[in-house]
């Protein structure tokens, strides 16, 4: 069992940054994939990034590539989203997730993840 806390949100103008981070409870941290999604309203969820297990390998969403950067620190058990270049379009609740310990697969797919946070809202005014 791991339970996620999502901290960093807030009310920012296009162009700036922000840096959200996501802090895991919880015995087994550094064996999980994390992630980060986002909603914004009337919209479905949709991905944002993941990070492996050891950090190395990463994936990002077209609409973030070159902006965003997902990291991690194991042994801090934290998730980190810095965001740079903010759109009015990031707008959204941003949510960290975490897979069960090892489990693989689509890295893009909201299933693969069993473990969410409460989601921190993050909004870009133009």
């Known amino acids: 069992q791991v339970q996620l806390v999502e901290s960093g949100g807030g009310l920012v103008q296009a162009g700036d940054s922000l840096r959200l981070s996501c802090a895991a409870s919880g015995r087994t941290f550094s064996n999980r994939a994390m992630c980060w999604f986002r909603q914004a309203p009337g919209k479905e969820r949709e991905f944002v990034a993941a990070?492996?297990?050891?950090?190395?390998?990463?994936y990002y969403a077209d609409s973030v590539k070159g902006r965003f950067t997902i990291s991690r620190d194991n042994a801090k058990k934290t998730v980190y989203l810095q965001m740079n270049s903010l759109k009015p379009e990031d707008t959204a609740v941003y949510y960290c997730?975490?897979?069960?310990?090892?489990?693989?697969?689509?890295?893009?797919?909201?299933?693969?993840?069993?473990?969410w946070g409460q989601g921190t809202q993050v909004t870009v005014s133009s």
């Open positions: 997730a975490a897979t069960p310990p090892s489990r693989g697969g689509s890295y893009y797919y909201a299933g693969l993840y069993d473990y």
């Open positions: 990070i492996l297990w050891s950090g190395g390998t990463t």
